[in-house]
């Protein structure tokens, strides 16, 4: 099974800036960053497929962007990264590394391949 460890998370406030990354224990074509707030279920914030099709959630768009090492030979990757930029309070959950397949029109699918999570909290 693969294994996904995260780190970068922190404190940082609001406007501020924060970069994530996350390294599975070999290489993917799918990966994506998802978050969890107290109370709410958890959500898909970014995704990245083998073609670098990425997708947003609407509220992060603009303003985060999922980046990825370069790929090998394959196409395949194992470290992706979730830049934060203009960070807002309610960007404050855990997030989570996910590792995703994809079907024959390159969209994501999330698997339950999980990291353990990195909390990010956004306040002054």
């Known amino acids: 099974q693969v294994h996904l460890v995260e780190s970068g998370g922190g404190w940082v406030q609001p406007g501020g800036s924060l970069k994530l990354s996350c390294t599975a224990s070999?290489?993917?074509?799918?990966m994506g960053w998802y978050r969890q707030a107290p109370g709410r279920q958890r959500e898909m914030v970014a995704t990245?497929?083998?073609?670098?099709?990425?997708?947003?959630?609407?509220?992060v768009r603009g303003r985060f962007a999922i980046l990825r090492d370069n790929a090998s030979g394959d196409g395949a990757w194992n470290t992706v990264y979730l830049q934060m930029d203009s960070v807002k309070p309610e960007d404050t959950a855990v997030y989570y590394c996910?590792?995703?397949?994809?079907?024959?029109?390159?969209?994501?699918?999330?698997?339950?391949?999980w990291g353990q999570g990195t909390q990010v909290t956004v306040s002054s």
């Open positions: 990245l497929t083998y073609s670098n099709r990425r997708n947003y959630d609407s509220s």
């Open positions: 996910n590792i995703g397949t994809l079907d024959y029109f390159d969209r994501y699918h999330p698997t339950n391949t």
């Open positions: 070999e290489n993917v074509f799918g």
